[in-house]
Nanobody, 123 residues
Framework: QVQLVESGGGSVQAGGFLRLSCAAS????????MGWFRQAPGKERAFVGT????????YYADSVKGRFTISRDNAKNTVYLQMNSLKPEDTAIYYC????????????????WGQGTQVTVSS
């Protein structure tokens, strides 16, 4: 089992940016595809984006495409979510996820979840 801990959340004005980090322990992230999900108040958890274990493949939800970027540093056992041009509708708890493949993560088939970090975007 890999343990995931997110950080970097906070409050920002619309148009601003944040970078979330997801640090892993217990196992190397190198063999996992990774993803980010978010849950807004009163809504179900939703897919944000995913990156393959080799970084050769990324995929994003339409709502964040062109604004958010996922990257990873396997040497640091850390995955990042760079969020630019933030909108109030991006307000949510953001969760890091580890999975066997990026396709499985897109299908919400996740092996391990982080505890989440709050992102609040004000207008």
């Amino acid at each position: 089992q890999v343990q995931l801990v997110e950080s970097g959340g906070g409050s920002v004005q619309a148009g601003g940016f944040l970078r979330l980090s997801c640090a892993a322990s217990g196992r190397s992230l190198g063999t996992y595809a990774m993803g980010w999900f978010r849950q807004a108040p009163g809504k179900e958890r939703a897919f944000v984006g995913t990156i393959s274990s080799t970084t050769s493949y990324t995929y994003y939800a339409d709502s964040v495409k062109g604004r958010f970027t996922i990257s990873r540093d396997n040497a640091k056992n850390t995955v990042y979510l760079q969020m630019n041009s933030l909108k109030p509708e991006d307000t949510a708890i953001y969760y890091c996820a580890a999975g066997l493949t990026a396709s499985r993560i897109r299908a919400n088939i996740v092996e391990n979840w982080g505890q989440g970090t709050q992102v609040t975007v004000s207008s």
